[in-house]
């Protein structure tokens, strides 16, 4: 395994009740009691990692399966690079690696003509690539289809909600 | 994107809305069709999800522009897009609302983007019309990926209202940079 990029190992600031927001292309990695949100997870993949022990844990939105041009502040947007440095997150906050759980979420195709790519089928192996290439244990999943998904993670359980349409919640 | 490239594609977007107003009128006979003023604004790849309004459902059809990566939706909260083709469809057979809905959307968008390429001498092909129901943030997310796009977003975008306010939509489009420049270019208000 090749040594963790931490440049985006940042400890979050609690900010009131309300769940943290994550915009595509984030991530963030955070502890109990914080919870993370994040909206709009057509083919993209929402990826949850939990040390349920340390309580910590962190969320990226991945926008697209491969790249190699960083943006600045969207250290998610392709799975090749996003996966490690979400580990390196929650790492930085005291997450042991050994204990990570992995969740995730999205990679539906809303466009059944137009996406001829299907990019939400294409993130989905990207991220599963990226797990078992770091030795991540994939313990919960609701991927594919045809409807957008969001997603909400509590620090204080990893409990994951994931609701579609604004209505049918599932935990995984 | 100084304020004054801003400015000219707000104008070429009022022309193209007023366009695809006239197309609807024309459609649904004397209802009115209201449309405001567009807005074209700069989002942050980041900030999308939430800007558009997060998990509100919409209802939409969506079109490729010219085959490269550019979008033109059509976009109403909830079902407004079934509600807008039920009268056009008397029986109200989901399959025939289905295809009323893309037709719709069809005339709509492509007199957008005749008035755009009319104006700036510029071919801006309409791809296949697709109906879509999800949130609105999966929607633009999908839409933004499917063009593999990680730069900033231009949202071009003009409300419209059916019958006084009883129908809100939005006509959004996401040009491709490319297209965008060579827009503006021909404005003379290229780079």
């Given at each position: 395994?090749?040594?963790?990029?931490?440049?985006?190992?940042?400890?979050?600031?609690?900010?009131g009740?309300?769940?943290?927001?994550?915009?595509?292309?984030?991530l963030?990695?955070?502890?109990?009691?914080?919870?993370?949100?994040?909206?709009?997870?057509g083919?993209c993949?929402?990826?949850?990692?939990?040390?349920?022990?340390?309580k910590?844990?962190?969320?990226a939105h991945?926008?697209?399966?491969?790249?190699d041009?960083?943006?600045?502040?969207?250290?998610?947007?392709?799975?090749?690079?996003?996966?490690?440095r979400?580990?390196a997150?929650?790492?930085?906050?005291g997450?042991?690696?050994?204990?990570?759980?992995?969740?995730?979420?999205g990679?539906a195709?809303?466009?059944?003509?137009?996406?001829?790519?299907?990019?939400?089928?294409?993130?989905?192996?990207a991220?599963r690539?990226?797990l078992?290439?770091?030795?991540?244990?994939?313990?919960?999943?609701?991927?594919?289809?045809?409807?957008?998904?969001?997603l909400?993670?509590?620090?204080?359980?990893?409990?994951?909600?994931?609701?579609?349409?604004?209505?049918?919640?599932?935990?995984? | 994107m100084?304020?004054?490239?801003?400015?000219?594609?707000?104008?070429?977007?009022?022309?193209?809305?007023?366009?695809?107003?006239?197309?609807?009128s024309?459609?649904?006979?004397?209802?009115?069709?209201?449309?405001?003023?567009?807005?074209v604004?700069?989002?942050?790849?980041?900030?999308?999800?939430?800007?558009?309004?997060?998990?509100?459902?919409?209802?939409?059809v969506?079109?490729?522009?010219g085959?490269?990566?550019?979008?033109?939706c059509?976009?109403?909260?909830d079902?407004?897009?079934?509600r807008?083709?039920?009268p056009?469809?008397?029986?109200?057979e989901?399959?025939?609302?289905?295809?009323?809905?893309?037709?719709?959307?069809?005339?709509?968008?492509?007199?957008?983007l005749?008035?755009?390429?009319?104006?700036?001498?510029?071919?801006?092909?309409?791809?296949?019309?697709?109906?879509?129901?999800?949130?609105?943030?999966?929607?633009m997310?999908s839409?933004?990926?499917?063009s593999?796009?990680?730069?900033?977003?231009?949202?071009?975008s003009?409300?419209?209202?059916?019958?006084?306010?009883?129908?809100?939509?939005?006509?959004?489009?996401?040009?491709?940079?490319?297209?965008?420049?060579?827009?503006?270019?021909?404005?003379?208000?290229?780079?």
């Amino acid at each position: 395994m090749r040594p963790l990029d931490v440049r985006e190992a940042v400890p979050t600031p609690q900010d009131g009740a309300g769940p943290r927001t994550v915009g595509l292309g984030e991530l963030v990695a955070a502890s109990a009691p914080t919870r993370l949100v994040t909206y709009g997870l057509g083919s993209c993949v929402g990826l949850c990692l939990y040390d349920p022990f340390g309580k910590v844990g962190g969320l990226a939105h991945v926008f697209l399966p491969w790249g190699d041009r960083d943006r600045e502040g969207q250290p998610a947007l392709y799975a090749n690079l996003a996966v490690e440095r979400l580990v390196a997150a929650v790492a930085a906050l005291g997450g042991d690696l050994r204990r990570l759980e992995a969740k995730m979420a999205g990679g539906a195709r809303l466009f059944a003509h137009s996406d001829t790519l299907n990019v939400g089928e294409r993130n989905v192996e990207a991220v599963r690539t990226e797990l078992r290439r770091l030795d991540l244990r994939l313990v919960g999943e609701d991927v594919g289809g045809t409807r957008g998904r969001s997603l909400l993670f509590d620090l204080a359980d990893g409990r994951t909600r994931v609701t579609s349409g604004g209505r049918d919640v599932r935990w995984i | 994107m100084d304020a004054t490239r801003l400015d000219a594609l707000r104008e070429l977007a009022t022309i193209g809305a007023g366009n695809a107003a006239r197309a609807l009128s024309e459609l649904y006979g004397d209802r009115l069709v209201n449309v405001s003023i567009p807005a074209v604004r700069v989002v942050p790849l980041a900030r999308v999800a939430e800007e558009v309004g997060g998990d509100r459902p919409v209802s939409a059809v969506v079109m490729p522009v010219g085959g490269r990566g550019g979008w033109i939706c059509l976009i109403f909260a909830d079902d407004g897009l079934e509600r807008l083709c039920r009268p056009l469809v008397p029986g109200g057979e989901p399959e025939l609302l289905r295809s009323g809905a893309v037709e719709v959307g069809n005339i709509t968008l492509t007199a957008y983007l005749d008035a755009l390429a009319t104006l700036t001498d510029r071919p801006l092909r309409p791809g296949p019309p697709e109906p879509v129901e999800d949130s609105a943030a999966s929607l633009m997310t999908s839409l933004l990926a499917a063009s593999q796009s990680v730069g900033d977003v231009i949202l071009m975008s003009t409300q419209f209202e059916l019958d006084g306010s009883r129908l809100e939509g939005q006509l959004v489009y996401l040009p491709v940079r490319r297209d965008l420049e060579a827009l503006l270019e021909r404005l003379g208000m290229g780079a």
